[in-house]
């Protein structure tokens, strides 16, 4: 579930920092050539951009849009095109949504790093992404705005789980990121899992430089996984639930139409999507689907057209706190 579109080849016994540098994806160059292996032998503590960033502000906002990033990727790397230095949702999303107020969040995402892996666990990066939301919100006066997530890969996971959190919070700063949803953008979301349970049958060791792992994050990537399955479970309940009370919350499921060279389609269809939401396709395969270079890009205008109807009628959320 890569936010870069090429595949890192393991060979045990052949596996070099000037081999990986050379062949690694985008997001892996990046990683090593900031951060190589340290001669002294003294583990390297990189820093990470964590925490919620304003790509965009109006001072009359309607609505705030926040994207959430994937595995191994970052909070502007993610949503940067091949060619480009600024993230399309800063450069395109203005334009086209001008009363929205851009943010994006960023975490540890990184499995497995040539120094130290988090080793958060996917309920404490939602949990992080709930507080650090609900602050910046509460400190810029908009924890009653409309709120749309935009998230991609693991970065899905990591919103259902921290939406779920908020329902019913004791913390009632923090049930004000439930009230205010207005809705999900899920973009290859591995809801039943996906291609990247490989990389937990991958011995750390046959990793060469690799010195540490998140174990729990690959674990959760199993297609078998019992906490995948319970969340999707809680959030369908959730959903449901909403339903009833007669409250809207729009999803839409966008999954990936071309596969990764030499592994294949990572996130399926079937796992991108479920049963009863709007589902739409996307040109290009899992780590370029949210990677746009222009308005033009007819990923971007099927994206686009989603935000535009969500945000045309974001009026102030009926729920309750």
């Known amino acids: 579930m890569h936010d870069n579109h090429h595949v890192m080849k393991l060979v045990p016994g052949r596996f070099s920092w000037r081999r990986q540098h050379e062949n690694a994806s985008d997001t892996q160059q990046m990683e090593h050539a900031t951060h190589p292996p340290p001669r002294s032998g003294k583990p390297v503590f990189p820093t990470f951009p964590e ?3 304003v790509l965009y502000d109006c001072a009359d906002a309607a609505v705030d849009i926040c994207f959430v990033h994937g595995l191994t990727g970052d909070r502007e790397r ?3 095109a091949e060619g480009q230095s600024i993230p399309w949702p800063q450069v395109l999303l203005p334009a086209k949504l001008d009363r929205a107020r851009i943010l994006t969040y960023g975490y540890d995402a990184y499995i497995v790093r040539t120094s130290v892996a988090s080793t958060n666990r996917l309920i404490d990066h939602a949990t992080n992404l709930l507080v650090d939301l609900a602050s910046e919100r509460d400190l810029s006066n908009s924890s009653s705005r409309p709120l749309i997530f935009v998230a991609h890969s693991l970065g899905g996971l990591v919103c259902k789980r921290a939406i779920l959190l908020s329902r019913n919070n004791p913390e009632l700063p923090l049930r004000t990121i439930f009230a205010a949803l207005k809705g999900v953008v899920f973009m290859g979301t591995p809801h039943k899992g996906a291609w990247m349970a490989d990389w937990a049958r991958i011995p750390v060791s046959t990793l060469g430089l690799v010195k540490s792992s998140n174990v729990s994050l690959l674990d959760v990537l199993q297609r078998n996984n019992q906490l995948l399955e319970s969340v999707q479970v809680d959030f369908l309940a959730m959903m449901r639930q909403l339903r009833e009370e007669g409250r809207g919350l729009e999803i839409t499921c966008f999954f990936e139409e071309l596969p ?4 294949g389609v990572i996130v399926s269809k079937e796992s991108a999507t479920f049963e009863g939401y709007a589902a739409r396709s996307i040109y290009a395969n899992h780590g370029n ?10 990923g971007f205008r099927r994206l686009l057209w989603e935000l535009s109807r969500w945000t045309s009628n974001s009026g102030e959320n009926p729920s309750e706190l």
């Open 78 to 80: 993610t949503w940067t």
């Open 289 to 298: 689907m949210v990677k746009f270079a222009t308005a033009e890009d007819n």
């Open 260 to 263: 990764v060279p030499g592994a």
């Open 51 to 53: 925490g919620i960033k």
